[in-house]
């Protein structure tokens, strides 16, 4: 039987990660009510960071392996320029695996230059771990095809070995700066008109601005978001959501940050409903009393008749859902309640709903396929390339308008700026212009 011990690098590495998870689901379910509450927000973003290093740990050794390990069996390990190499490429790891935890210590006002720095690292470390994996399946694929009827020498062999990292090193560096550039640039405004089944004619027309998707945290701060409500502002909406995501901070340490939000005045009023990351931060209650201050109002599995200025007598439902992850999280008190959410909601009106995830949005038309638009956001349009495809698959709306049925619209934000990542590759950070016509 193998030991521990006789396992390979990449082996330790799955099992750690597999017992990091599994204290996860045990501290969920038996440590929840025991801990106390800021010791168990604690131990939920520990658990996460652990996580996810330990998942990274097998990509790390095999980029060492990749970058490293093949030049320092050629001439090129006698060179001047091999110890700063392994040096720069030991560093470009440390800083992307510590990525994580910065969530913990380095949230403030504005990101810190480390912060940048480490998340920056990460997206050129999952671009990096791509290439090299696309590009040793597509040697081993030639190989297969080619057959081994004809062997190359040792100085071929060498040399193309050699070419895989430098090649996958070279895209890297390119898809990295082009990613922070286009991250760098204002979010895009995109105007959308939908007809909206039983819309009052008084209400034609009436503009609704969607937001998704901030992040307040690591690498998003207070000039960011004051830029955002200035756009937002310049549109002149009727109403502004927030479809979750926000932060993914505690609001206490990030407050500063959130106060452009007060600028926000949209004479039908704003509105917010949680992303799964409002759960991961552990301080919703936090959250919600931070953004009523603003006259922000989170919609908790409720909802609101938003009245036409022109006539009392003409109203649609616009109706907010908690984040489905309130459920796997065990949160207290929160979790998706559709039928709470639209209580006192006819279909005689429009209705509205606002939810986070897709796959949420998927849920509440299979339960009530009365509503008439669905609001959401999550996905980030995949961010970065290579994690478009992932994201694209996991969701039953990616990005863009959708038509359900006949009467049914589900729109899915790209989100109003990014996760972590100052990076976008293959998506644009959007802030959406929503025109509701009446039929």
């Avoid at 040399?159 to 082009?178: E, F, Q, Y």
């Avoid at 830029?227 to 340490?253: H, N, Y």
């Avoid at 007598?313 to 859902?321: I, Q, R, S």
Wanted: proline fraction near 5%; include cysteine.
């Amino acid at each position: 039987m193998i030991s521990f011990k006789q396992l390979p690098l990449e082996a330790k590495a799955a099992v750690a990660a597999g017992v990091v998870f599994f204290s996860m689901m045990l501290s969920r379910s038996y440590l929840a009510e025991q801990l106390e509450f800021r010791a168990r927000r604690w131990l939920l973003r520990l658990q996460m960071a652990l996580f996810a290093n330990a998942l990274m740990l097998i990509g790390s050794l095999h980029v060492w392996r990749s970058t490293v390990t093949t030049f320092s069996r050629s001439s090129a390990a006698s060179s001047l320029c091999f110890m700063p190499w392994k040096i720069a490429v030991f560093m470009f790891l440390a800083l992307a695996h510590s990525s994580f935890f910065t969530l913990l210590f380095l949230v403030a006002e504005e990101p810190y230059f480390f912060s940048l720095a480490a998340y920056t690292c990460l997206g050129a470390y999952i671009i990096l771990i791509f290439f090299l994996f696309t590009l040793g399946s597509v040697e081993q694929a030639y190989k297969f095809l080619a057959g081994r009827g004809a062997k190359a020498g040792t100085s071929n062999k060498n040399s193309r070995t050699a070419m895989k990292p430098v090649l996958a090193v070279m895209l890297t560096v390119v898809l990295t700066v082009v990613g922070l550039l286009n991250a760098s640039r204002p979010p895009t405004v995109n105007s959308v008109e939908v007809p909206v089944h039983k819309l009052p004619p008084a209400m034609n027309n009436l503009k609704v601005v969607l937001l998704s998707d901030i992040h307040l945290g690591p690498t998003v701060g207070k000039t960011k978001l004051a830029m955002i409500v200035r756009m937002v502002k310049a549109l002149k909406p009727d109403i502004t959501v927030i479809v979750g995501d926000l932060t993914d901070s505690e609001a206490e340490i990030i407050r500063p940050a959130v106060e452009p939000l007060g600028e926000l005045n949209s004479p039908l009023g704003t509105y917010f409903v949680t992303g799964n990351h409002e759960y991961y931060t552990s301080d919703v209650s936090n959250w919600f009393e931070l953004l009523k201050s603003f006259n922000i109002r989170p919609l908790h599995n409720e909802n609101v008749k938003i009245v036409s200025p022109k006539s009392t007598e003409d109203w649609f439902c616009l109706a907010g859902v908690d984040d489905i992850e309130a459920d796997v999280l065990r949160y207290s008190g929160h979790g998706m309640d559709l039928k709470k959410a639209l209580r006192d909601c006819s279909s005689e009106r429009a209705i509205v709903l606002l939810a986070h995830q897709p796959i949420a949005a998927k849920w509440a038309l299979q339960e009530r396929p009365d509503i008439n638009l669905i609001l959401s956001g999550h996905t980030h349009g995949g961010q970065i390339f290579p994690l478009n495809a992932g994201a694209y698959f996991l969701n039953p709306f990616f990005v863009g308008l959708y038509k359900v049925g006949q009467n049914t619209f589900v729109y899915v934000s790209p989100g109003t700026m990014y996760f972590g990542i100052p990076m976008r590759l293959g998506s644009r950070a959007e802030i959406t212009e929503i025109i509701l016509r009446s039929p």
